[in-house]
């Protein structure tokens, strides 16, 4: 157990769509990652938060956003869903806002959109 | 373009039958260089990091090296329970993401 967590487990949506994933870090990290896990393509980085504010962006969508909030906990919307959107979600966490600590990752999410 | 490249993408041992996963980087700057173990449907678990050539990590039957443009996940007689996908990850002097490779699955039967 990585001590980040994340729900729900598993979401099945339609196409247009809009759902909210979840993540609280590690017990006093400050970073959130998010990444995307496809088949084809892999785990992709997607954003980085450290405490509240947006440090790093990767390949995110305009359709996707995320947040952090005071309490550290981070939430990934993701609008308009395309069936290409179908993937696992995972939130890692860090302690540092740099990057060059070892960043611990959730269980992740599936999402499914039919 | 920054890459990792991992070799193979499929490796089947018998149990006890050691081997070496390989991970490869064209990256600048290299700011640390990453492995995790997945199981299906799980997150990645994290094993160990490496930071300068020549640098070893070792773990019960793993053992990890690097170079300055690879990286070796040696498996010492491996077990049914070693199965799973192996992921190396690096991050670079710009960024703070880790960048993955697509990994190696691992199959150990006894």
């Known amino acids: 157990d990585s001590g980040v967590t994340q729900t729900p487990k598993h979401l099945i949506t339609a196409t247009g769509q809009r759902v909210t994933l979840r993540c609280s870090p590690r017990s006093g990290d400050l970073s959130v990652y998010w990444y995307q896990q496809s088949l084809d393509q892999g785990l992709q980085f997607l954003i980085q938060?450290?405490?509240?504010?947006?440090?790093a962006k990767g390949n995110i969508l305009e359709r996707f956003s995320a947040q952090q909030f005071p309490d550290l906990h981070s939430e990934l919307n993701l609008s308009s869903l395309e069936l290409g959107d179908s993937a696992l979600y995972f939130c890692a966490s860090s302690v540092s806002p740099t990057g060059t600590d070892t960043q611990y990752f959730g269980p992740g999410t599936r999402l499914t959109v039919l | 373009e920054d890459q990792v490249t991992q070799s193979p993408e499929a490796l089947r041992l018998q149990e006890g039958e050691s081997s070496s996963l390989n991970c490869s980087y064209t990256v600048s700057g290299l700011r640390g260089l990453f492995w995790y173990r997945q199981d299906p449907g799980k997150g990645p678990e994290f094993l160990f990091t490496?930071?300068?050539a020549g640098e070893e990590k070792e773990k019960e039957r793993l053992k990890a090296t690097l170079t300055k443009k690879e990286s070796f996940l040696h498996i010492t007689a491996p077990k049914p329970e070693d199965s799973a996908t192996y992921l190396c990850?690096?991050?670079?002097?710009?960024?703070?993401?880790?960048?993955f490779g697509k990994g190696t699955t691992l199959s150990v039967s006894s």
């Open positions: 990850a690096v991050r670079y002097q710009a960024g703070t993401a880790l960048i």
């Open positions: 938060y450290y405490n509240g504010e947006e440090r």
């Open positions: 490496l930071y300068s």
